[in-house]
């Protein structure tokens, strides 16, 4: 079974950063970005990016380069990203909401890196690093010397532009590279697809080291709209809805937990500042159209809820659907939709062969959105980028590990992960990832991680724990983890056992693990 995409033919440069520099030769005055008070103009904005672009360049750090960026969401953190992309050079995000041991595993795992722009409010997370860190506060005396006009390099759509970490099923962040013709194709389905236009104002509200953010990031430059950045390190609901209150702003990409805080926000407020907007564009774990039914059914709400699916590996977003269309009766779990340009979603068995209409089968993604790969990749996950014969011709394919269908009206239903890794709170989690940062913790001999549904169908991490000695105090393990890891991969719940259970063929015996955990939070009546 093959959904394909409307074929749209891309520009014989397929360059994202291109687009940027268009608006600002045709609208050089248009505010670009706003943040903390503080805007600059297209023009002002262009020409602060084409100084950092030079600056790299002049230092050898040009196409084929890959570029940490460590900020805080500001007018600099677009400079960076701009600037780099200029340069000819990739980005490597690196979150400043991280804690620095999570960000010195990160830093780790990018080969050749070629060094890190900070702050003097991030530097210090990443002062472990092995390159040199920019504080691009301090080079500014240096930046105004040069040139504001571009430099004369090179960039082609086969060109990595980004590259992002997500969880390896081995339990090692991967470190997957995005093409400028699979960023541009995303972009400009967007734009073509829903209308974007000048007007199209964005709030980012993600964290910055989430795939999804990379396009929230672009998307308003790429079609000549203004980007707003909230001054927060991270998500602050009130700030955020206090921003949306008082800005002309038009387009919301997030997670799906993020939606419901807002919707959450707006309804015990009786605001409007949601359903006033044009777009939001959610999705990254199930959905739970409950939390959503009265709040889109409400008098006046104009915005149109895009539920959507994709991967970081195949640049964020490969297929949409609108949710006005969503009948719960109808549907037993809501559509992600159509495949974006250029795209074609595959549903194949275990033998890589096309399952039929209705049938459950492996998503795979084919087409423009396909990514470059991991670039620390040479374990079993590389070999989820493969090649297959559609009609007689190779076609290079992504293994996504979701199992799906396509439905009656011809939409793809994702059902969840083939493998044992979990979308918490929209971040893609892989448990042995929490399991081996809590066994480096003193008085943790053994631990597993599972992931328990509570009665609203959110998923929840719950730690097993065998300590050395005594047991151990949930708020102190939380604590110490949270020294080591993101606060989206900390278990809601610890439990002190004295042994891990084992299957019939010695594995973690999860389910037995699963079952404890409904007796144990059965018998207190209380949710993890």
């Given at each position: 079974?093959?959904?394909?995409?409307?074929?749209?033919a891309?520009?014989?440069?397929?360059?994202?950063?291109?687009?940027?520099?268009?608006?600002?030769?045709?609208?050089?005055?248009?505010?670009?970005?706003?943040?903390?008070?503080?805007?600059?103009?297209?023009?002002e904005?262009?020409?602060?990016?084409?100084?950092?672009?030079?600056?790299?360049?002049?230092?050898?750090?040009?196409?084929?380069?890959?570029?940490?960026?460590?900020?805080?969401?500001?007018?600099?953190?677009?400079?960076?990203?701009?600037?780099?992309?200029?340069?000819?050079?990739?980005?490597?995000?690196?979150?400043?909401?991280?804690?620095?041991?999570?960000?010195?595993?990160?830093?780790?795992?990018?080969?050749?890196?070629?060094?890190?722009?900070?702050?003097?409010?991030?530097?210090?997370?990443?002062?472990?690093?092995?390159?040199?860190?920019?504080?691009?506060?301090?080079?500014?005396?240096?930046?105004?010397?040069?040139?504001?006009?571009?430099?004369?390099?090179?960039?082609?759509?086969?060109?990595v532009?980004?590259?992002?970490?997500t969880?390896?099923?081995?339990?090692?962040?991967?470190?997957?590279?995005?093409?400028?013709?699979?960023?541009?194709?995303?972009?400009?389905?967007?734009?073509?697809?829903?209308?974007?236009?000048?007007?199209?104002?964005?709030?980012?509200?993600?964290?910055?080291?989430?795939?999804?953010?990379?396009?929230?990031?672009?998307?308003?430059?790429?079609?000549?709209?203004?980007?707003?950045?909230?001054?927060?390190?991270?998500?602050?609901?009130?700030?955020?809805?206090?921003?949306?209150?008082?800005?002309?702003?038009?387009?919301?990409?997030?997670?799906?937990?993020?939606?419901?805080?807002?919707?959450?926000?707006?309804?015990?407020?009786?605001?409007?500042?949601?359903?006033?907007?044009?777009?939001?564009l959610?999705?990254?774990?199930?959905l739970?159209?409950?939390?959503?039914?009265?709040?889109?059914?409400?008098?006046?709400?104009?915005?149109?809820?895009?539920?959507?699916?994709?991967?970081?590996?195949?640049?964020?977003?490969?297929?949409?659907?609108?949710?006005?269309?969503?009948?719960?009766?109808?549907?037993?779990?809501?559509?992600?939709?159509?495949?974006?340009?250029?795209?074609?979603?595959?549903?194949?068995?275990?033998?890589?062969?096309?399952?039929?209409?209705?049938?459950?089968?492996?998503?795979?993604?084919?087409?423009?959105?396909?990514?470059?790969?991991?670039?620390?990749?040479?374990?079993?996950?590389?070999?989820?980028?493969?090649?297959?014969?559609?009609?007689g011709?190779?076609?290079?394919?992504?293994?996504?590990?979701?199992?799906?269908?396509?439905?009656?009206?011809?939409?793809?239903?994702?059902?969840?992960r083939?493998?044992?890794?979990?979308?918490?709170?929209?971040?893609?989690?892989?448990?042995?990832?929490?399991?081996?940062?809590?066994?480096r913790?003193?008085?943790?001999?053994?631990?597993?991680?599972?992931?328990?549904?509570?009665?609203?169908?959110?998923?929840?991490?719950?730690?097993?724990?065998v300590?050395t000695?005594?047991?151990?105090?949930?708020?102190?393990?939380?604590?110490?983890?949270?020294?080591?890891?993101?606060?989206?991969?900390?278990?809601?719940?610890?439990?002190?056992?004295?042994?891990?259970?084992?299957?019939?063929?010695?594995?973690?015996?999860?389910?037995?693990?699963?079952?404890?955990?409904?007796?144990?939070?059965?018998?207190?009546?209380?949710?993890?």
């Open positions: 079974m093959i959904l394909q995409g409307k074929r749209v891309l520009p014989a440069v397929p360059v994202v950063h291109r687009r940027f520099e268009a608006h600002a030769r045709a609208t050089p005055d248009e505010v670009a970005v706003f943040c903390a008070g503080r805007q600059v103009t297209y023009a904005l262009d020409a602060k990016a084409n100084r950092f672009a030079h600056f790299l360049t002049a230092r050898g750090h040009g196409p084929g380069a890959k570029v940490g960026v460590c900020l805080d969401y500001s007018i600099d953190i677009v400079v960076a990203i701009l600037g780099t992309l200029k340069a000819g050079a990739a980005y490597v995000p690196f979150d400043p909401a991280y804690p620095a041991a999570r960000l010195r595993l990160l830093l780790g795992q990018v080969p050749d890196l070629a060094l890190i722009v900070a702050s003097p409010a991030t530097a210090e997370l990443v002062e472990s690093a092995a390159v040199e860190v920019l504080v691009l506060e301090e080079l500014s005396e240096h930046l105004d010397t040069l040139p504001t006009t571009g430099p004369d390099v090179p960039v082609t759509g086969d060109d532009c980004y590259a992002v970490f969880s390896g099923s081995t339990g090692t962040p991967k470190l997957t590279a995005v093409r400028h013709e699979g960023w541009f194709n995303l972009l400009n389905w967007l734009m073509i697809e829903y209308g974007l236009h000048s007007g199209s104002n964005n709030l980012v509200v993600s964290a910055f080291g989430f795939d999804l953010s990379q396009r929230s990031l672009m998307m308003p430059l790429f079609c000549g709209a203004t980007q707003y950045l909230m001054a927060s390190r991270n998500f602050d609901a009130a700030m955020a809805y206090g921003m949306l209150n008082r800005h002309e702003i038009r387009t919301v990409h997030c997670a799906s937990s993020t939606l419901y805080l807002l919707v959450d926000w707006e309804t015990a407020r009786g605001g409007d500042a949601l359903t006033r907007l044009d777009y939001v959610f999705g990254g774990e199930p739970h159209a409950e939390r959503l039914t009265d709040w889109a059914g409400r008098a006046g709400n104009t915005c149109t809820l895009l539920h959507q699916y994709g991967v970081a590996e195949c640049t964020d977003v490969a297929s949409s659907y609108d949710l006005a269309d969503y009948r719960p009766g109808e549907h037993e779990i809501a559509p992600v939709g159509r495949p974006a340009y250029n795209t074609d979603l595959h549903l194949v068995d275990e033998d890589m062969r096309g399952v039929g209409a209705g049938e459950y089968g492996e998503i795979c993604i084919s087409g423009t959105s396909v990514g470059a790969g991991y670039l620390n990749g040479t374990g079993p996950e590389s070999e989820r980028f493969t090649t297959i014969v559609v009609d011709e190779p076609r290079r394919l992504y293994r996504t590990g979701d199992r799906g269908r396509v439905n009656e009206a011809g939409d793809l239903v994702v059902a969840g083939m493998d044992a890794q979990v979308k918490v709170r929209g971040m893609r989690i892989d448990p042995t990832d929490i399991e081996r940062a809590l066994g913790l003193a008085g943790v001999r053994q631990a597993a991680v599972v992931t328990r549904y509570t009665d609203s169908g959110e998923a929840e991490l719950i730690a097993f724990i300590p000695g005594d047991d151990l105090a949930e708020n102190d393990v939380r604590a110490r983890l949270l020294e080591t890891l993101p606060r989206n991969m900390v278990p809601v719940g610890f439990v002190n056992i004295p042994r891990i259970p084992l299957s019939p063929h010695g594995k973690v015996d999860r389910a037995a693990l699963l079952d404890a955990c409904r007796n144990r939070y059965a018998d207190s009546g209380t949710s993890a």
